[in-house]
């Protein structure tokens, strides 16, 4: 069963993700009769594991729905005082090592990404409370 928590859909709806598109030059930039593409990207099925410090990860699907790709390059919460976009990936000794992902999630469009436990998430560090099943 996921642990939900009190601020998991705060978190996401609020403030979690901070949208920047990276398709290049003057299509990623909003105009008079086209959307920002930060308005075609969706977070569904948010979730925050429970802890009561240190750290913690935000997970969900994040889907374009838009016709330019986005990618996602920060995030941020009143829960965390450091956030960071984190892939897993194997390392020299074949070993699955969480890193984070400096140039952001791209976003096909017309394509979603899973945040998932043992993927690409967010972590968030300096835990400002406990976060609640």
Known sequence: MRKHTLISTAIVSTSLLLLSACGGGAEAESTETSAPVADSVEVTDAWVKAADDGMSAAFGSIENTGS???TVVSAES?????????ETV??????MVMR??????TITAGQSLA?????????LMDLTDPIKP
């Not at 194997?90 to 070993?95: A, D, I, P, T, V």
């Not at 436990?117 to 972590?123: A, D, E, L, R, T």
Request: proline share 3%.
């Open 68 to 70: 330019t790709d986005a």
């Open 78 to 86: 009143q829960a965390s005082t450091a956030l960071e976009l984190h």
């Open 90 to 95: 194997e390392n020299e000794s074949g070993e």
């Open 100 to 105: 984070e992902k400096e140039n952001g999630f």
């Open 115 to 123: 945040l998932e436990p043992g993927g690409n998430h967010i972590m």
